[in-house]
Nanobody
């Protein structure tokens, strides 16, 4: 099956930056649409953004202009660059992958809005103070 392992979380001051990485292994040919999600204590899981197999992205309004998702299809890694971090960005961040692609804007939007996926990493904590 697909395994996803996140790394790069930590603590940072407001206005700072962090980079999260996600390494995919196993049946990586199943990881067409990938994305980042987060969940803060007492809150529902929130979609941050997704990227399709062509590298096209879509982001939630809460992070647009501050966060950037990229993927390396050769090395099967997904990266989340986070800039201008705010205390409300504090959460557990999860990498996720789907067996299906998300080429259309409507599909990307639905992935972000529903915050669901086929495969999940264990998460990495980000704390902004």
């Amino acid at each position: 099956d697909v395994q996803l392992v996140e790394s790069g979380g930590g603590s940072v001051q407001a206005g700072g930056s962090l980079r999260l990485s996600c390494a995919a292994s196993g049946y990586t040919y199943r990881t067409y649409c990938m994305g980042w999600f987060r969940q803060a204590p007492g809150k529902e899981r929130e979609g941050i953004g997704v990227i399709d197999s062509d590298g096209e992205t879509m982001y939630a309004d809460s992070v647009k202009g501050r966060f950037t998702i990229s993927r390396d299809v050769v090395n099967h890694t997904l990266t989340l660059h986070m800039n201008s971090l705010r205390p409300e960005d504090s959460a557990m961040y999860f990498c996720a992958a789907d067996r299906y692609n998300c080429m259309s804007e409507s599909t990307k939007s639905r992935r972000i809005r529903n915050a669901d996926s086929d495969y999940w990493g264990q998460g990495t904590q980000v704390t902004v103070s």
